[in-house]
């Protein structure tokens, strides 16, 4: 039996985080992720300028992520049921004065790097399915320790019973290669309209010639196909003249969010959920990176009888208005 001081389920933004943080701190982790590679992440491939912000926070250089082929995004452009709004981003204690727009296999690999970089261990196609209690350890396979964080999505097994994924919003996005007219590579752009209902349509740039185009609605469901594929097809033949591959064929996914509130998890005192798998992500506004970051960091300075700075879950919705 191998011992660790935590065991950390899933090796997303969220587990990474509080894996780093705690290994950089002399605790011996390790992230047991279920698939072979971090690779496919179904998201709109942006960091926010609140992510962007709390990545500053953790003395991370984000020029080292822009050097990886991310883009700055210094304009938000929406357009607001036919009004077009363009704002700039500005700095404040919440937001930096710029996002990013990069691929989820890059940002994923970089924090693994940090994680890894920190001592961190991580196992990939490891699956769990099991997970025992016993004389104050929690046990997984061949590893024990005496604290474990979930940190494995939305939908996992801490939540059986408590929720039901057919009422999480639900969206569709692909990434494509080609050369735009008409769009600016330092912008994000944001469409609402009527068919998404609760939701909106994005193109983002996320790297060299390379954009993630996507749509979400938490209650316009039975239409999100049809709405996808007619966004995707008005963007690809207005700004790159029809002509693209795809990075990435488009690909649905459940957001990590849910419109019920005050779901009760956790069962013990040293066993932690944070992320998608803690409801941790405002559907409305995008903020799941962000704030999966945050919950683990959080969660991290708790294990360590740290002090958590305070987070106020600031609405940036439709911050271009």
Not at 24 to 30: A, M, S, V
Not at 106 to 118: Q, R
């Amino acid at each position: 039996m191998k011992k660790y001081d935590v065991i950390i389920v899933g090796a997303g933004p969220a587990g990474l985080s509080c894996a780093w943080y705690l290994s950089q701190r002399g605790k011996r982790c390790i992230l047991l992720e279920k698939k072979q590679n971090l690779a496919g992440k179904v998201c709109g491939d942006g960091l926010s300028s609140h992510a962007v912000r709390v990545l500053e926070k953790l003395n991370i250089d984000t020029s080292e992520i822009l050097e990886l082929g991310g883009k700055r995004i210094a304009y938000n452009v929406t357009s607001y049921f036919g009004e077009i709004y363009n704002k700039r981003f500005s700095r404040n204690g919440y937001c930096a004065d710029y996002s990013i727009g990069i691929s989820r296999d890059v940002f994923d690999s970089y924090l693994k790097k940090k994680a890894l970089e920190a001592s961190s261990e991580l196992r990939t196609d490891y699956e769990v399915k099991n997970v025992l209690f016993e004389n104050d350890e929690y046990l997984v396979g061949d590893y024990s320790a005496p604290i474990i964080v979930y940190a494995n999505g939305i939908g996992t097994r801490p939540f059986a019973g408590t929720l039901n994924c057919k009422e999480m919003p639900v969206g569709i996005s692909s990434r494509i290669i080609g050369d735009a007219e008409g769009i600016e590579d330092n912008t994000f752009y944001f469409k609402y309209c009527h068919a998404y209902g609760k939701g909106y349509g994005w193109i983002f740039p996320v790297g060299k010639r390379t954009w993630n185009i996507g749509v979400w609605t938490s209650d316009k469901k039975r239409v999100l196909k049809k709405n996808y594929c007619e966004f995707e097809k008005s963007v690809i033949e207005k700004f790159f003249d029809g002509k693209v591959c795809f990075d990435r064929p488009p690909r649905g996914a459940i957001i990590g969010a849910s419109t019920k509130k005050n779901v009760p998890i956790g069962r013990r005192n040293n066993e932690y959920y944070i992320g998608d798998c803690a409801l941790e992500a405002d559907y409305m506004t995008g903020e799941g990176i962000s704030f999966a970051i945050e919950s683990g960091i959080e969660t991290a300075q708790i294990i360590l009888n740290e002090k958590p700075e305070s987070r106020k879950k600031q609405s940036i919705y439709l911050e271009s208005i």
